[in-house]
């Protein structure tokens, strides 16, 4: 299902190493303190993307861990330094005037929502258990926007095999939390 697009990234220069094994999976989960969705391990065990950009999960250098580590928790940390400019989810409740009340709700928000995982830059998959397959999220600031309905279609909107427009939003489960941000 993958070797199209890698094939494709590849025509565009991606690098890639090979692919994560089982001893890679298990320590990526015990550094990290995160599960791989199912759709990202099938494409990291065929081959993984190392160009820049990309975040190399088999280098387990300490200085990569914490590039790792720091991308995780880019997109919480930019929404509690920006808890003002967060569109207010009905779902969530009356919005508080007080700025500490509204970042103790969005603190607990985060909190109960499914980890992202990064994958390119600013482009984040949710492991979300109850999905079989998740949206692709682009996170800057507070600037939420699906960037795909899956890993592959975000791969192939990434390197240009299909039009952002292409994008079945009818397809997109609701991933708590990260999609009431759109």
């Known amino acids: 299902m993958y070797q199209e697009i890698i094939d494709k990234m590849k025509e565009k220069d991606v690098i890639f190493s090979s692919g994560l ?12 303190e995160i599960m791989l969705p199912e759709e990202l391990i099938e494409f990291y065990s065929l081959a993984l993307p190392v160009s820049m950009g990309f975040y190399n999960w088999k280098d387990f250098s300490l200085s990569n861990i914490e590039h790792i580590k720091s991308a995780i928790k880019r997109p ?9 400019e967060i569109y207010w989810c009905d779902d969530w409740g009356e919005e508080p005037l007080d700025e500490n009340e509204k ?3 969005i603190n607990n928000l985060i909190k109960k929502a499914p980890k992202l995982i990064p994958i390119f830059k600013h482009r984040y998959l949710p492991f979300y258990a109850d ?3 998740n949206p692709v999220f682009s996170i800057h600031g507070t600037d939420v926007i699906y960037y795909g309905d899956g890993l592959l279609s975000y791969l192939q909107i990434e390197f ?12 997109i489960p609701h991933v708590p939390f990260w999609s009431d941000l759109l």
């Open 103 to 105: 970042t103790e709700i």
């Open 21 to 32: 094994n089982e001893i890679d999976l298990r320590k990526i989960q015990q550094i990290y």
């Open 131 to 133: 999905n079989k397959s």
């Open 76 to 84: 919480e940390k930019d929404l509690i330094e920006l808890v003002d």
């Open 160 to 171: 240009g095999s299909k039009n952002y427009d292409e994008i079945d939003y009818s397809m």
